[in-house]
């Protein structure tokens, strides 16, 4: 069968871009970040004219989520990422998995009719796409020859997009609804978070529960401004916050760094503390307390398992830890001392953690 043609395909669905990093002769400093594909991704899916998703559980944002052309992220599953991509003609997976999943949700791959491309420089990768057409190579670099082989055509159509809501994440939150138990919500405090932080500011997320509230109270609109876990395993981001705080600091680029990381997920490498006290790194960590495993109830909930136990963690003095590893630390509920709070953190010369009690929500998984 022949290749469908970019230029006469009537929908395209451009998705899952996930940059490698451009030379380094193209770079202002050495090891530019991976998200300096952006302006190649931009460029292509404009020339296209078409919608952008990201990778399910993307580990990094892969487009500006403020760009008209900007889908959100898809689901981590068969069924409903299939779903989503009804109605197109091509997928063209760019630097990322095919695909990502979460939960079992069974059906078909892709929907009837629209044929998968895929581009990654990782023939692991590549070998074990379960669908699709795969090329081995540079994923930015593709990009580029792609636009190159479009030339000067143009979209029959460049209707804007609305907004997605919760851009990278998967779904909508289902927490609107305000709580009953004095607390504060996640998506409050996010929102008091996102109106102080400096530009530039370098948000490093595990905090599963509340995925669709920071997505929507924090747009990822600058390159190289985002990071989470790949895999999905706990633990990651509160060591990989305190390296990218160093790197930071060594390069001179001194970007605040901030990482949100649920009470549950705190645990898993907490020692991390330690060597960002001894490093003098000035790390914001904020630690939503909801006193619960939440997103093991949410998957509980999708598998119809009620009533699992070991799922509720009270009893956690996330104050008292952080302070016996040497940073800063407060329990806060107000939001006008948070926004102090966080403001004054990123000129000390040594962590800050705030501990902040959250309502307990159980949002959908997928």
């Known amino acids: 069968m022949a290749a469908p043609s970019l230029r006469t395909c009537s929908v395209a669905a451009f998705a899952l871009i996930k940059s490698?990093?451009?030379?380094?002769?193209?770079?202002?400093?050495?090891?530019?970040?991976?998200?300096?594909?952006?302006?190649?991704?931009?460029?292509?899916?404009?020339?296209?004219?078409?919608?952008?998703?990201?990778a399910p559980a993307s580990e990094r944002a892969p487009f500006p989520e403020n760009h008209p052309l900007y889908s959100g992220g898809l689901p981590f599953a068969i069924q409903p990422l299939s779903k989503k991509?009804?109605?197109?003609?091509?997928?063209l997976?760019?630097?990322?998995?095919?695909?990502?999943?979460?939960?079992?949700?069974?059906?078909?791959?892709?929907?009837?009719?629209?044929?998968?491309?895929?581009?990654?420089?990782?023939?692991?990768?590549?070998?074990?796409?379960?669908i699709g057409d795969s090329l081995l190579g540079d994923p930015v670099l593709c990009l580029e020859a792609l636009k190159q082989l479009l030339g000067d055509c143009r979209p029959k159509t460049t209707k804007a997009r609305e907004t997605v809501p919760h851009r990278m994440a998967p779904h909508g939150s289902g927490a609107a609804k305000a709580p009953g138990d004095g607390r504060l919500t996640a998506a409050q405090v996010f929102g008091a978070l996102n109106e102080i932080r400096p530009a530039n500011t370098i948000l490093v997320e595990e905090s599963p529960s509340n995925l669709a509230d920071l997505h929507a109270a924090w747009p990822i609109t600058e390159?190289?401004?985002?990071?989470?876990?790949?895999?999905?395993?706990?633990?990651?981001?509160?060591?990989?916050?305190?390296?990218?705080?160093?790197?930071?600091?060594?390069?001179?680029?001194?970007?605040?760094?901030?990482?949100?990381?649920?009470?549950?997920?705190?645990q898993y490498s907490i020692q991390s503390l330690w060597t960002a006290a001894q490093l003098r790194l000035p790390i914001l960590i904020v630690v939503p307390k909801n006193d619960e495993y939440c997103i093991l109830k949410s998957f509980a909930v999708l598998e119809e398992t009620p009533g699992v136990p070991g799922l509720d963690i009270p009893g956690f003095d996330v104050?008292?830890?952080?302070?016996?590893?040497?940073?800063?630390?407060?329990?806060?509920?107000?939001?006008?001392?948070?926004?102090?709070?966080?403001?004054?953190?990123?000129?000390?010369?040594?962590p800050t953690v705030l501990e902040i009690p959250i309502s307990a929500q159980v949002p959908p998984l997928i």
Do not use: M
């Open 85 to 91: 991509l009804e109605g197109h003609d091509v997928a």
């Open 20 to 54: 490698r990093a451009a030379p380094t002769t193209r770079a202002p400093w050495a090891a530019r970040a991976r998200g300096q594909g952006w302006d190649q991704a931009v460029a292509f899916a404009e020339a296209l004219g078409a919608p952008v998703w990201a």
């Open 319 to 350: 104050v008292s830890i952080a302070k016996g590893y040497g940073c800063d630390a407060a329990r806060l509920h107000d939001l006008e001392a948070i926004k102090k709070a966080a403001v004054a953190a990123w000129s000390k010369s040594k």
């Open 93 to 130: 997976v760019v630097g990322a998995p095919v695909f990502r999943y979460y939960p079992y949700v069974p059906g078909p791959y892709l929907p009837a009719g629209l044929r998968l491309l895929h581009i990654s420089d990782d023939p692991a990768e590549t070998a074990r796409a379960p």
């Open 223 to 266: 390159p190289d401004t985002f990071y989470t876990f790949a895999s999905g395993i706990l633990g990651w981001n509160l060591p990989a916050a305190v390296g990218i705080a160093l790197a930071e600091r060594d390069s001179g680029r001194n970007r605040p760094v901030i990482t949100i990381i649920g009470d549950g997920s705190f």
